[in-house]
């Protein structure tokens, strides 16, 4: 067996994405593993081509299938950036095919998650809303933060994404929020408030608020503002390249190779 062949087989879900494309980019840049295969919807346009030549590049010999259990039985590990349903589907094959599966999709429901949390009793899963450095080192600081300012600091969470974003408030903000409701010794349903509009009432004391902009082609931009009388606290992260997510997730299918079974973030991953 060639040492190309001994190298984990990593499939990307969703390879014309926006996502989809950098996680190409990653496995074929990376020399820790090996492009394995190239899942796309059914119906898609690309299915049945090249996936080198469907990217407007040159050929890679690697085929764009539709045929998500033939690919994953092969595969060590799966990038996953889709929507939600198709990521259910595939934890449920990751399972089967004892595969790493790395979820970067967002807005997940709570059934969505008891489904991916039973999948995850039979392979490892990583999931995380961002899968950046820059943000996981940020979810610790906010609940270092959220814990040593008192009730009389308000936070409210402000994110900003590109105009095809679907779902709000996005994977990260909830993280940052869960982070902060955490520094308070909360659990995020007990403290969040969503989008406000039309006669509120004053903020309620101890809340965590969340404002969603979409425009342009705006990556991904997240402020945790802490705000008492007279001052202000905002920490803040700006993503300018989705490559950083694109690291991440294939840093985290790496980590995963020699995991048991079980659910896992980005935090186990970098060891935060
Ligand atoms: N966790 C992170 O770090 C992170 C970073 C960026 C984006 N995201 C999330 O990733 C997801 C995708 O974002 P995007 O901007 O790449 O979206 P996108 O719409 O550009 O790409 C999604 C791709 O998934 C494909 N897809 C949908 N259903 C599929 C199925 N059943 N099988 C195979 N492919 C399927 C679509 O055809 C499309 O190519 C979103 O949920 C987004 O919030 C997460
Ligand atoms: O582009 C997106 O969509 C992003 N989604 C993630 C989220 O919901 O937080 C990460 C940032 C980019």
Redesign the pocket.
Known sequence: MSAEQNRPGIVV??????????LVQAVLESGDCRLAGA????G?AWVGQDLGTAMGGSALGVTVT?D?VAAIAQAQGLLD??????TV??AELCAQARAVHV?????LSEDDLRRIKAAARHAPII??????LG?NLLVGLTRRVAAALGEDWDIEVVEA??R????AP???ALMLGEAAAEGRSATLDDLRVPAREGMTGPRKPGSIGFSAIRGGDVV?EHDVIFAAAGERVVLRHL?TD?A??AR??LRAALWGQDKGPGEYDMADVLGL
């Open positions: 879900a969703g390879v014309s994405g926006r996502m989809g494309r950098m899942l796309e919807r059914e898609h539709d998500a950036f889709t929507s939600p349903a198709a589907a595939y979820i970067g999709t967002t807005g999931r995380a809303g961002n899968m950046s943000v994404h590109h095809h974003k679907v779902d996005s994977g990260t991904g993503a989705r950083i997510f991440g997730a």
